[in-house]
């Protein structure tokens, strides 16, 4: 992992505020915690993603992650169409 690749994952991340995506996060022990929601905010380490209670009954949860972690494939993330 360079600096680069981190760069760009920022400038990926970042162009894509405000748009809805479908995440998958490594729980660790082969287990992955997948959800939806929205990118937020972004900050020079980590970016924010508000994730949508698919219940309706409680309010969402803003959760933070990494850029090293999308290097390193701990957090996946689709695109969602609008």
Not at 18 to 47: D, L, V
């Amino acid at each position: 992992m360079t600096q680069l690749d981190l760069q760009r994952v920022r400038q990926s991340i970042n162009q894509q505020i405000g748009n809805r995506i479908k995440i998958s996060a490594n729980r660790g022990r082969h287990k992955f915690e997948t959800a939806q929601g929205i990118i937020r905010e972004t900050y020079p380490n980590i970016f924010l993603v508000e994730i949508e209670d698919e219940s309706g009954k409680d309010q969402n949860k803003t959760v933070s992650f990494s850029y090293q972690d999308v290097i390193t494939k701990d957090v996946r993330m689709i695109l969602l169409e609008n």
